[in-house]
């Protein structure tokens, strides 16, 4: 497994299995905690698995968590997706950079995302499985979402939206999810 920064935002890394195939099919590791080390970070950080299915078109708006964030791993297990990144850590040297990646069950390669960064993608595939490793239990109270056509970001996403949440949906624009996210951290 190699692992190989992501130069658009400071901090977050690809991780790339070495698949062996035959004629059964493929077998990869897909987390490897001294590969997680050796970037500096911690493999027992991580606290909760999740798995989403969307189908082709689903845009999963971008989604962050305000107060100490989350850091996840993100990999698609099946299928394929158009993956973004959004750093919007104000301190970092990539802030508002943005980076654009296609992941898939072919390559089984897994996104580490830092805390402090939004996450979106959509499904390109009938089906797409993403399997998610998160840092911190799940706090609704902490979400915050910004729509995925605002134009401040202007992701090219690359096929017509076919479904989103609701909360995807009515979203708010990149500067007003971020004053709501700085309101809620001083109450």
Do not use: N
């Not at 099946?78 to 919007?88: A, K, N």
């Not at 690359?158 to 909360?167: A, D, H, Q």
């Amino acid at each position: 497994m190699k692992a190989t920064e992501v130069p658009q935002i400071a901090g977050a890394f690809l991780f790339e299995p070495t698949p062996y195939a035959d004629e059964r099919g493929f077998f990869c590791r897909t987390f490897d905690a001294d590969v997680v080390r050796s970037v500096g970070l911690d493999p027992a950080a991580f606290v909760q698995d999740s798995l989403s299915r969307s189908v082709r078109g689903v845009v999963r708006a971008l989604h962050l968590r305000s107060g100490a964030g989350e850091a996840k791993l993100v990999r698609c297990s099946y299928g394929r997706i158009f993956d973004v990144v959004v750093d919007l850590r104000p301190d970092s040297p990539t802030y508002r950079g943005v980076a654009f990646f296609e992941l898939s069950d072919e390559t089984q390669a897994t996104l580490y995302i830092p805390a402090g960064c939004a996450h979106g993608f959509q499904a390109l595939t009938e089906t797409a499985d993403i399997a998610y490793r998160i840092d911190r239990p799940h706090d609704p109270a902490e979400d915050v979402t910004i729509t995925f056509d605002d134009p401040d970001l202007a992701i090219p996403w690359p096929l017509p939206v076919t479904s989103m949440s609701r909360r995807d949906r009515e979203a708010p624009g990149l500067a007003e999810a971020l004053k709501q996210s700085r309101q809620r951290k001083e109450s």
